[in-house]
């Protein structure tokens, strides 16, 4: 299989500027940020997308959430959103699951 994106971000390959890393996760600077504070926590599992998790991935999900609110403590963030886009209709660009972090801006809601 073909490794993606993140996956050679992860293994240094292409460069990125990391924020965190851990034996499940890195964090990683988004190179096209949508608010002053963006950031992507990325899971060293190359799971193509939420919907392709399973069961057994359930810890592995839940310290992907945890590690997002560690971010925003670190960072000092009062309010944030965290984003999932799970397929194309969706806008996810790369088939690695992956959660946003943004903030710093006023993030209207509903999302566009
Ligand atoms: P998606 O659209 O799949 O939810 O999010 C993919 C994100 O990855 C986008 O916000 C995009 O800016 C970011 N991205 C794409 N290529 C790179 C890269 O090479 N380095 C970094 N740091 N972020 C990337």
């Not at 190179?31 to 060293?44: E, Y």
């Not at 799970?86 to 992956?98: F, I, K, P, S, W």
Request: negative net charge; contains cysteine; hydrophobic residues 40%.
């Amino acid at each position: 299989m073909e490794k993606t994106l993140f996956s050679k971000i992860i293994e240094g390959e292409i460069p990125a500027e990391r924020l965190h890393e851990d034996e499940h996760c890195i964090v990683i600077k988004d190179i096209n940020p949508q608010a002053p504070f963006h950031v992507l926590v990325i899971p060293k599992e190359p799971i193509a997308s939420l919907s392709d998790a399973k069961e057994n991935h359930a810890a592995l999900l839940g310290h992907l959430m945890w590690q997002c609110g560690q971010m925003a403590e670190q960072a000092g963030l009062k309010g944030y959103r965290v984003v999932i886009n799970n397929g194309r209709d969706a806008g996810q660009t790369v088939d690695h699951l992956h959660l946003h972090i943004l903030a710093g801006r006023s993030l209207t809601w509903p999302p566009g």
